[in-house]
């Protein structure tokens, strides 16, 4: 194991049995010739990954892509059919819902067998019990069986065991999905806590602003195999890519042929000419963004912003077939890539028709900017609907950059425009 990962998966494949009927099973044990019946099923393939010490990892893919596989191969729940998986230091996983729990215990019970299990003593786990039992907040029912617990319950009190028993590595496959926004801003508060500590952390997860959020690095897996790995945002932007088959990391495509429009525009963008990298943008070839711009209410292009005044984003399109009623869309995003706001011609229900070859079309999108002083990016999509199936015409990712000031200060993401008021009473 190279030094300085806490873990390191070397061309983990695993690969499951599957039969067409039970009888087949019987049939292949005892088949003088080792007949085969079965045929395999790659859960994984030739994966290899390496996550340093102190890394938060996220990983993302569609269902069925082999995400909960390989965390359950990394924490040894599994076994792979070949290669190697070395871990260093101790691993608490939260892999699913009241995973370890007996039923019939109770969840004072439980926490004593899972934290016992995860290697802490009886001395331990008694002086940390009042912690483990104040995070999952489920007072009195700590001493009943869990299977009177409800969903919530349940994952408060599993996630409470494993965070409290000072792991080195952390494993948690979407228990963030269950639970009451108070717990879940808990958790997170965790992470970010365990994070500051140098406490490893690998997480599935559906939410992509969860990636770019919390994590250092993140990975793309599809069909049991590792598409991408790398920066968080490039790989949300290769997920979103990949999910209207319009991925430039598999060779063939499958329904829909992608066309990367940057081709046929040579006009860089302005974070190309910024940051020297090609344009995340692609489609299907029906149509192209052209340009987009923000101007203020006098009409002219800007790129400073103030805070608390009216501006219009424009986004100018043009089409190469006849299409109904296209969807105009853009999204702010923050420079590590986490979407802060975004809308859309359908959204606001604003058709705009049916549009010719040879058609341009400029939607004009007036917004109150109420964003907070800093840089901030800006995405265009053009979409639609044909058959009732969801259509990428265009998606330019980052394609401009600006930036808001303002003379006063506030905490977070918006300003709230806030007006206040003093009323002196006496005793």
């Not at 897996?221 to 209207?244: C, F, H, S, W």
């Amino acid at each position: 194991m190279v030094k300085g990962n806490a873990i390191s998966v070397r061309n983990v494949t695993k690969t499951y049995k599957l039969y067409t009927y039970p009888i087949e099973r019987v049939k292949e044990a005892f088949h003088p010739f080792r007949k085969s019946y079965h045929h395999p099923f790659h859960a994984l393939t030739d994966i290899s990954i390496d996550i340093q010490k102190g890394e938060t990892a996220g990983i993302i893919g569609r269902n069925g892509s082999g995400k909960s596989t390989l965390l359950q191969v990394i924490c040894g729940i599994l076994q792979p059919s070949s290669g190697s998986v070395s871990t260093n230091g101790r691993i608490s996983a939260l892999l699913e819902l009241g995973a370890g729990f007996n039923p019939e215990f109770t969840g004072r019970q439980n926490v004593y067998i899972n934290a016992a299990i995860l290697g802490l003593s009886r001395e331990e786990i008694d002086a940390r019990f009042q912690e483990i039992s104040t995070f999952a907040a489920i007072g009195e029912y700590i001493d009943q069986p869990v299977k009177s617990y409800s969903s919530g319950m349940y994952i408060r009190l599993a996630f409470s065991v494993a965070i409290h028993v000072e792991p080195d590595i952390l494993v948690v496959d979407e228990a963030l999905a269950v639970g009451d926004t108070l717990f879940q801003a808990k958790c997170f508060a965790k992470f970010r806590e365990f994070q500051k500590k140098g406490v490893t952390i690998i997480f599935v997860t559906h939410s992509l602003d969860m990636i770019t959020r919390y994590c250092t690095k993140a990975y793309l897996l599809e069909q049991g195999t590792l598409l991408a790995g790398g920066n968080p945002k490039d790989i949300v932007d290769e997920y979103n890519r990949m999910i209207v088959n319009c991925s430039t990391t598999k060779g063939e495509l499958t329904g829909i042929t992608c066309v990367e429009n940057d081709q046929t525009n040579p006009v860089e963008t302005e974070t190309e000419k910024l940051a020297g990298i090609p344009e995340n943008r692609y489609g299907v070839g029906k149509a192209k963004i052209t340009g987009a711009e923000i101007r203020s209410s006098d009409g002219h292009p800007v790129k400073v912003l103030s805070q608390g005044e009216w501006y219009e984003i424009r986004i100018t399109g043009e089409f190469f077939q006849t299409i109904d009623n296209p969807i105009f869309a853009f999204t702010i995003k923050d420079v590590r890539g986490f979407d802060i706001s975004g809308t859309n011609t359908s959204f606001l229900k604003v058709p705009t028709g049916i549009v010719q070859e040879g058609d341009i079309l400029t939607a004009g999108f007036k917004q109150k900017i109420t964003l907070n002083p800093g840089e901030y990016l800006l995405s265009l999509g053009c979409t639609g609907f044909e058959k009732g199936e969801y259509v990428v015409y265009e998606r330019r990712y980052d394609y401009m950059t600006f930036e808001v000031v303002s003379h006063r200060g506030s905490v977070g993401i918006f300003d709230l425009d806030s007006s206040v008021t003093i009323i002196k009473g006496s005793a």
